[in-house]
């Protein structure tokens, strides 16, 4: 009997054993560095855990969330910002990609190097791409200033640290995009484009008729990439601004950090964490509804 018991799984470890072998620390990884933390997150935005004040870190309930969301004047208005800045880097991203897969995708003179130098954007780190922009932008020697002949502190100002910040992520971001977009252009079948040729199409007619619908399960991902990779972007928000004038530019990210690792508050730093995690979430299942909605009728 127990032989017979013992055989199947001797079998199926002989026959899949090595494969979960090989994916192991994969998973090893993705438990320690991303699930436990995670849960961890959630556990500590219970408590009124501070590293400056001994004895912190019981349990409180909700009173974080509440104390959030009622008595911190600059939650919402951080809230505000996180949405602001994910819709204002992704729409960009998408406005400044889809002219720009067009051209890499017709018949360009070294149309390669191109596509390569397009990419230089996206691989340099996003702590030095930043540092860039805040040079550029500098209002006492940037080069913005340089070649406009101004004077303007372009990261100080409310009026235009928002479109600066937007600017820079829409260059970050766009070449992925663009690529995305590139590789969907691929797909489009050229008999489409000969058939409406012949039917007296012009050019407007076949991005709007062909290419376009071709391209919406592409621009789906994409999108959904987009907004994730945004809401989490803290590192340009970081180095060109810290979040100021003020608060003026913080999102929830950053108030992760302030809380956490400057005012050591891991609590309220871990609520706002939950919060920041379960909206994301929110968006991205409503975004799923949407297109499903969409390519369902």
């Given at each position: 009997m127990t032989d017979l018991t013992l055989r199947p799984a001797a079998s199926f470890w002989k026959r899949y054993g090595f494969g979960y072998l090989l994916i192991l620390p994969t998973?090893?990884?993705?438990?320690l560095f991303q699930v436990y933390p995670l849960f961890e997150s959630f556990r500590l935005s219970f408590t009124d855990l501070n590293f400056l004040r001994p004895g912190s870190g019981g349990y409180i309930g909700l009173q974080n969330y509440l104390k959030l969301m009622t008595q911190d004047p600059n939650f919402w208005p951080i809230f505000g910002n996180s949405l602001?800045?994910?819709?204002?880097?992704?729409?960009l991203q998408f406005i400044v990609a889809m002219p720009a897969a067009l051209v890499l995708n017709?018949?360009?003179?070294?149309r390669p190097v191109w596509r390569g130098l397009l990419m230089v954007p996206w691989v340099t780190p996003m702590v030095v791409m930043g540092l860039i922009w805040k040079w550029i932008y500098?209002?006492?020697?940037?080069l913005l200033n340089f070649y406009l002949h101004t004077k303007v502190i372009w990261l100080g100002d409310q009026g235009t640290v928002w479109p600066a910040l937007l600017f820079a992520s829409m260059w970050k971001g766009?070449?992925?995009v663009t690529l995305m977009m590139l590789a969907g252009l691929q797909g489009v079948p050229e008999e489409m484009y000969e058939a409406s040729y012949i039917d007296g199409c012009n050019a407007w007619?076949?991005?709007?008729?062909?290419?376009?619908p071709m391209l919406v399960p592409?621009?789906?991902?994409t999108g959904l990439v987009c907004i994730i990779t945004s809401w989490t972007k803290f590192e340009m928000i970081w180095v060109l601004t810290a979040g100021g004038p003020g608060h003026a530019t913080s999102i929830l990210p950053t108030y992760i950090y302030t809380n956490s690792f400057q005012f050591f508050n891991l609590g309220t730093g871990s609520a706002v964490a939950a919060i920041s995690t379960l909206f994301v979430l929110a968006i991205v299942l409503v975004y799923l509804r949407l297109?499903?909605?969409?390519?369902?009728?």
């Amino acid at each position: 009997m127990t032989d017979l018991t013992l055989r199947p799984a001797a079998s199926f470890w002989k026959r899949y054993g090595f494969g979960y072998l090989l994916i192991l620390p994969t998973v090893l990884y993705l438990v320690l560095f991303q699930v436990y933390p995670l849960f961890e997150s959630f556990r500590l935005s219970f408590t009124d855990l501070n590293f400056l004040r001994p004895g912190s870190g019981g349990y409180i309930g909700l009173q974080n969330y509440l104390k959030l969301m009622t008595q911190d004047p600059n939650f919402w208005p951080i809230f505000g910002n996180s949405l602001f800045w994910v819709l204002g880097s992704t729409v960009l991203q998408f406005i400044v990609a889809m002219p720009a897969a067009l051209v890499l995708n017709a018949k360009l003179p070294f149309r390669p190097v191109w596509r390569g130098l397009l990419m230089v954007p996206w691989v340099t780190p996003m702590v030095v791409m930043g540092l860039i922009w805040k040079w550029i932008y500098d209002g006492d020697y940037g080069l913005l200033n340089f070649y406009l002949h101004t004077k303007v502190i372009w990261l100080g100002d409310q009026g235009t640290v928002w479109p600066a910040l937007l600017f820079a992520s829409m260059w970050k971001g766009f070449p992925y995009v663009t690529l995305m977009m590139l590789a969907g252009l691929q797909g489009v079948p050229e008999e489409m484009y000969e058939a409406s040729y012949i039917d007296g199409c012009n050019a407007w007619k076949r991005f709007f008729y062909i290419t376009l619908p071709m391209l919406v399960p592409v621009m789906f991902v994409t999108g959904l990439v987009c907004i994730i990779t945004s809401w989490t972007k803290f590192e340009m928000i970081w180095v060109l601004t810290a979040g100021g004038p003020g608060h003026a530019t913080s999102i929830l990210p950053t108030y992760i950090y302030t809380n956490s690792f400057q005012f050591f508050n891991l609590g309220t730093g871990s609520a706002v964490a939950a919060i920041s995690t379960l909206f994301v979430l929110a968006i991205v299942l409503v975004y799923l509804r949407l297109f499903d909605a969409k390519g369902n009728e």
